[in-house]
């Protein structure tokens, strides 16, 4: 599948091709408005990726990444399967060892597509993932939820659609993401039907298959079918799916058999080295990225071996760990290296990048929270990350999906997709005219050039709190967190749902019932 | 005074050049322990700055100052030697306007240095100004405190001593600062006289002078002698001094008047446009950049009337309004994008830029107060900033000095020091020791790499709690302000005043008493 056909696709399929909508006033443009529902369009970033590394730094680094694939290699685990292709594909094997001739993996992803397009069931909300995209989708896997009334407590499957439908109605939001929170009063072996129906029914946006079973990759990929008819999906992106890899140096049979599924159905397989550093990988940002490297060259490699074209996404999580206490720690220093590393690597591989969020570590919406958050969630911008899971709603190291970190969340994203339009260099940027109409001394409240510009010049929160002290104080001191409160359940309660043909709703009712009662429940 | 004469003179004072030490491992070999107390030098930034401009962008901005600076026109008011003295610079003279013919204010900024040393009363402590350095100083002018336990009430000189000793207490804090509070339990004409000293005796670090009135500045300058010696001080710099314009377009006789004492004097002058956009400036970033750059420009050069060679620094603290209420907003996209902008058009002028800091308009240490830090503390970083006033202990738009604020922050400042020293490339850093040591499937934590790194190999914040939740609800579920509240009092505890040269702490004591007794209170 090649950027232009998907091209063709796209036109196909309706969506339309977008320029360089950006944020700000493009994107206040661009917003598209149905049923009163206001939604910005993916990034399309008109600033520049930030640079840690230069020539010489990147070299090094890729350098390594080969010495490791040649030397120390990587292990496909119990995927025999895996192992002859590799063998067949000109790679040494020892055991499940697989060492990778020099440039081996570089050579297969030359067909890897350097952007692509995941299509939504509704036009509108297709993305462009790769390029100077950026888009945003929720927090990924927690088994926990918690809010502000109730504290901490498992996740159901109505928690998960509260998360799907406070993803849909956040503008700045442009993905329904996957495992928005896991929906433990679900059988494991069945839940995956019940999540992949949620984003299906109760948000319009593009999704995540399931990689926890290959026969769950397959159900979702089933239940796409009937979305966009099977035709459709073998030739268009319609799921993207998270791999990881068991850090250091290991693909494992369940991410494999996911993997195996998706690519040969022509579905996006984002490949993430998962890590810890200091655990999972050395303790230095140049080690980390050299082993990451290698990790996510040897998995989308793979990915083009099982079908050459299938779109792929160079992925990461990196966090550090405490050396103290071995606890994971985030929006420290060093995985912010660690991320702006990684994208100069993805960009010069001519592959997208899924990395970054708002990570933290901490237990409350609170101080801590925020300030971990955003120290994960600017470099994300500035990077130019193309796929941002967990950009809303991740708190206490991933292991609950908190519905006030949610809106506090969705607020920043607003904010970045503003900042990422850059500085608006025209004639009413400009605004000589205001500064000849004003002149020294005097404001420019009332002014001409203000008063045409006022209602979208600023951001505006929908969190922050901007009052004298006076009258915070009279409206009981709220901090952020109680202020999220009140708005999460009021975008709650002001939920609709989008539009689904009855027949399909049908068709994937009947799918999942029959998928339901051929096995047993199983809870482990 | 010549950049070389202040590196002659610098090494006369007993201080030693600093190559590029940077943060990370170069700041951990730098860090100067006396007393058990860690200080890292000022940082010395190993990464790029970010630039949100191009030089298309640059020039255009650059032409509209010039238009605002020939037709427009700045504002000298209630200040006739001033006037006076542009009308002799070749400036055109209209009532108090001043029209400044194309490039007369860039024709006069070339006598000031693009850096320069601010020396501290221990040689360790002085920093260097402009660069590729960054020197963190605390918050400046808030007339409230607050703390966790007794809330927001006015500020006294016991608060202002605090907070001198909490920033010399912080590892990543460089500089003493200025008005860290305003000491409202003394006279309004004397008070200037306790906060030198207070910033003399209880910290060894450089330091700011008064500017609310020339007799004011006179003190300060005359203080400095004191501890520094006449000479040295006409020929060096002891003291920074914050210059804010009325903008727009305008510098009123209070500031007219301590500006001209400190050029006069060889002193640091930072030439500070204060925008809160849309309100003191255009609704826009880039007529905003315009009116700033014009401001800056204007005020840096008359420093230069006043003593060719007089260290200045181009400074702005903008934020943008709510165009709904009128209230300051913090942390939003626009001040960012301005603090990018004005960064590089400082560059290109060839000065020192000042801006940025932690920011915030939350009226609690809670989620809000720290995305709006983070939105603006790490744009500080990542443009390039040299000078960043309020980079600790700011609340509620500036009004108040907070203690729990200050703690959180300065854990911020060192983690952006960590980050300013970039990825460490060296054999140690590429780690392929540790990769070839631990292989597949295995975990770094006790590999000799490792083992080796692990102490320093991860910032290690003093104020984020990464336990578990277990943990951390059997410890009482704190939040991060409320750590912070155990942690300022421990500090403080833990303080021990530097040693003062009695000789010098009496002459200073001598000449407050002097000053005190030879004039009435007076409280406005």
Not at 95 to 115: D, H, I, Q, S
Not at 305 to 314: N, S, Y
Not at 353 to 370: I, M, P, T
Not at 374 to 390: E, Y
Request: with cysteine; net charge negative.
């Amino acid at each position: 599948m090649t950027d232009e056909s998907q091209s063709q696709a796209e036109a196909g399929a309706g969506s339309r091709r977008r320029g360089r909508s950006g944020g700000g006033a493009a994107a206040r443009r661009a917003v598209r408005q149905s049923g009163g529902l206001t939604k910005f369009p993916a990034i399309s970033r008109l600033i520049n990726p930030y640079e840690v590394l230069n020539e010489e730094g990147l070299s090094i680094i890729e350098a390594n990444a080969e010495t490791i694939l040649q030397e120390i290699g990587i292990e496909f685990r119990d995927d025999p399967e895996a192992l002859a292709m590799w063998r067949d594909a000109g790679a040494d094997i020892d055991g499940e060892r697989v060492r990778f001739p020099k440039g081996l993996c570089r050579e297969l992803l030359k067909t890897a597509p350097a952007e692509f397009t995941q299509f939504a069931r509704n036009p509108e909300r297709s993305v462009r993932i790769g390029g100077n995209n950026t888009v945003f989708a929720p927090v990924y896997g927690p088994p926990f939820v918690s809010d502000f009334d109730n504290g901490r407590r498992y996740a159901t499957i109505e928690d998960f659609r509260n998360f799907v439908k406070l993803a849909y109605m956040a503008p700045a939001m442009h993905h329904s993401g996957g495992t928005v929170c896991e929906p433990v009063d679900i059988p494991v072996n069945k839940r995956h039907l019940d999540m992949v129906y949620s984003h299906i029914r109760f948000s319009d946006m593009p999704f995540m298959g399931s990689v926890t079973h290959p026969d769950r990759a397959q159900d979702s990929v089933d239940m796409a079918k009937l979305v966009f008819g099977s035709e459709f999906v073998d030739q268009n992106c319609v799921l993207i799916n998270l791999i990881n890899a068991n850090s250091p140096l290991v693909f494992d049979e369940t991410m494999l058999g996911a993997l195996k599924v998706y690519a040969r159905a022509g579905q996006a397989t984002v490949i993430s080295p998962f890590i810890l550093a200091g655990a999972m990988s050395p303790v230095t940002v140049a080690g980390t990225l050299a082993q990451i490297l290698a990790e996510a060259s040897a998995g989308m490699a793979f990915a083009q071996l099982c079908r050459p074209g299938a779109p792929v996404v160079f992925g990461t999580f990196a966090s550090s760990i405490s050396m103290q206490s071995g606890a994971p720690t985030f929006g420290t220093p060093e995985p912010s290296l660690v991320l702006y590393g990684a994208a100069q690597l993805a960009r010069r591989m001519g592959v997208p990048f899924r990395s970054g969020g708002s990570l933290c570590g901490s237990k409350a919406a609170d101080a801590q929270a925020a300030y971990e958050s955003a120290h994960t969630l600017m470099p994300t911008l500035l990077a130019g990350v193309n796929f941002v899971l967990h950009s809303a709603g991740w708190l206490e190291g991933g292991l609950v999906s908190s519905y006030e970190k949610f809106m506090l969340d969705v607020d920043q994203l607003a904010m970045m997709q503003k900042f990422a339009a850059g500085i608006d260099l025209s004639e009413n940027g400009q605004a000589l005219d205001a500064l000849r109409e004003v002149g020294p001394g005097s404001h420019f409240l009332g002014c001409a050039h203000t008063q045409a510009n006022f209602e979208t010049a600023f951001f505006r929160s929908s969190i922050a709190d901007n009052n004298s002290y006076e009258q915070w104080e009279a409206e009981g001191s709220q901090r952020a967190v109680q202020r999220a409160n009140t708005l999460y359940k009021k975008v709650l309660s002001d939920y609709q749902a989008p539009e689904l043909d009855p027949a399909i709703n049908e068709s994937l009712l009947d799918f999942i019932q029959t998928k339901k009662d051929s096995m047993p429940d199983a809870f482990t």
